[in-house]
């Protein structure tokens, strides 16, 4: 069935028996056809129940919100669930943050412009000039908002407004830290990437402390933004296997194509709503 006339479905709750049911049965009974559900229990009994279910029906858009009431009328509150309807046609707004480094940033340009991110990049903005043209390129607007020590507050407030309407901030190797204040306005709505092997590696330079170090592999960690630095919940992770053979500029090499990998899937997942958060865990139904 066309995306024009499907829906998504996300479910948390305690598990409990007759949820399938319930569900399978609402929609059936409203003339809704399952296209695919996919469901993970934490227990055999007695644990939290995850669901995600995808379903077509003629015309959905103009009956979305009718659904959407009975089911929180009836099966939602029957069974005390978090919950979230979503139509696939509309689509997620995606602003990025950048700095310097570009391999992120253009990978998600990149699948962007050739239909294979599900979203509408409005822009990206950066504390430096550097990637103006690479970004300009894929007709994005593209704005510099300096950051200095003395300028963060104001930095953050003209963020705020530039990226005002878009419903997901993804961090392309953004070399800034989000003030808390920043952060508690986008709750679960930032995506950031950084090297796995952090903590371990902190500051400047991770790949030449990696290649000091002799590691064995690296890669990369896309998650959540929260208010603790790096703590927040994992959406994906890769790695790849490396030997005393790789200098520092194969480590860095790739490292960043690990990245921008990793972190391509993590935001084609929250965009395609198969990401559910769990306390600092997610639920990635892939």
């Not at 103006?132 to 953050?156: L, Y």
Request: aromatic residues 8%; contains cysteine; glycine residues 6%.
């Amino acid at each position: 069935m066309s995306t024009m006339h499907s829906a998504r479905l996300l479910i948390t709750c305690a598990d409990r028996p007759g949820i399938v049911q319930a569900v399978s049965s609402f929609l059936y009974h409203h003339g809704a056809n399952i296209t695919a559900l996919d469901q993970y229990a934490t227990e055999a009994t007695g644990g939290t129940y995850f669901m995600r279910v995808e379903f077509g029906l003629d015309r959905l858009h103009d009956a979305i919100d009718v659904i959407r009431r009975a089911f929180g009328e009836t099966v939602a509150t029957q069974y005390d669930m978090e919950w979230t309807m979503t139509l696939v046609r509309d689509v997620k707004k995606v602003g990025i943050l950048v700095s310097k480094f570009d391999h992120a940033l253009l990978e998600l340009l990149w699948r962007w412009s050739r239909g294979l991110l599900p979203c509408e990049i409005t822009q990206v903005v950066s504390n430096h000039e550097d990637l103006r043209e690479s970004v300009e390129r894929f007709g994005v607007p593209f704005t510099v908002i300096p950051v200095t020590k003395t300028n963060k507050v104001e930095a953050e407030q003209q963020i705020q407004q530039q990226m005002a309407g878009n419903d997901l901030l993804v961090l392309a190797r953004y070399m800034q830290i989000l003030s808390e204040d920043f952060v508690s306005q986008w709750h679960h709505r930032i995506i950031n990437i950084h090297h796995s092997f952090l903590p371990a590696f902190v500051g400047a330079d991770p790949y030449r402390q990696a290649y000091d170090k002799g590691v064995k592999l690296i890669g990369a960690t896309a998650h959540y933004v929260t208010a603790d630095l790096d703590q927040g919940p994992i959406i994906e992770q890769a790695v790849e296997r490396v030997s005393h053979r790789y200098s520092v500029t194969d480590l860095r090499e790739l490292g960043q194509d690990v990245e921008r990998n990793v972190l391509a899937r993590a935001v084609r997942w929250h965009l395609e709503d198969r990401v559910i958060v769990h306390g600092n865990k997610t639920i990635v139904f892939d």
